[in-house]
């Protein structure tokens, strides 16, 4: 049972535009969330989190959005860039003293056109 | 501040033997974690080290182990290796007690012949 879903495995936009990555999650008590960016050949490196108190948080052009009632958060990147070409994993704790032990979804490969 | 190393970046066994591998967390991390991706899927949680206690555990058999020293180093073993046990393992970092975010170091990339 995967507690923590990406159902879309692939998305690509165009330079510019926004790019909208969403997860679920079926564990309600998940309380922390995080996204991270995965580069070919790196370790994921993290972008933004979000505790359930929340429902937005706003790091320069990445704002992540929290509906706890539907289980589900997106990651919004605007504007999108060339360089935001990676894999974008979801990841949810416990909280936020136990996110060492996360649990991952499978990510979503976003490529960004030029 | 250097980031989370580990080491050997690449290595290649045959069924039935161990490995260990060796992670270094950021300099005042205390809290180490280790995390199995294989092709195509997510990281798969497998243990986290605090003050040298395990602290959680994931879903793995008994073959996979750990350990943490006091300088918070860590290391993790793999006995009787088997061909699904090939994959990129991740070990990540955190500030202390109250996690937050974690760091990872590039992985360690094992195959199993």
């Known amino acids: 049972d995967q507690q923590v879903k990406q159902n879309s495995p692939s998305l690509s936009v165009q330079e510019g535009r926004i790019s909208i990555l969403n997860c679920d999650y079926t564990?309600?008590?998940?309380?922390?969330f995080l996204w991270y960016k995965k580069y070919p050949a790196e370790g994921p490196t993290f972008l933004i989190s979000?505790?359930?108190?929340?429902d937005k948080n706003e790091d320069g052009r990445f704002t992540v959005f929290l509906n706890k009632s539907a289980k589900h958060l997106s990651l919004h990147i605007v504007p999108s860039q060339p360089g935001d070409s990676a894999v974008y994993f979801c990841?949810?704790?416990?909280?936020?003293?136990?996110?060492?032990?996360?649990?991952f979804g499978d990510g979503t490969t976003l490529t960004v056109k030029p | 501040k250097a980031g989370v190393t580990q080491t050997p970046r690449y290595l290649i066994k045959t069924r039935g033997q161990q490995v260990t591998l060796s992670c270094s967390p950021i300099?005042?991390?205390?809290?180490v974690s280790w995390y199995q991706q294989t092709p195509g899927q997510g990281l798969q949680f497998l243990f986290e080290?605090?003050?040298?206690?395990?602290?959680n555990k994931g879903n793995f058999p008994g073959r996979f182990s750990g350990r943490q020293f006091s300088n918070s180093r860590s290391e993790m073993n793999v006995s009787t290796l088997e061909l699904g046990d090939s994959a990129l393992y991740l070990c990540?970092?955190?500030?202390?007690?109250?996690?937050?975010?974690?760091?990872f170091g590039e992985g360690s990339r094992l195959t199993v012949l």
């Open positions: 990540a970092s955190g500030q202390g007690a109250n996690t937050g975010e974690l760091f």
């Open positions: 080290y605090f003050s040298e206690t395990q602290r």
């Open positions: 990841a949810a704790s416990a909280s936020s003293t136990n996110a060492g032990k996360s649990t």
């Open positions: 564990n309600s008590m998940f309380d922390y």
């Open positions: 979000i505790s359930s108190i929340k």
């Open positions: 300099s005042g991390h205390r809290s």
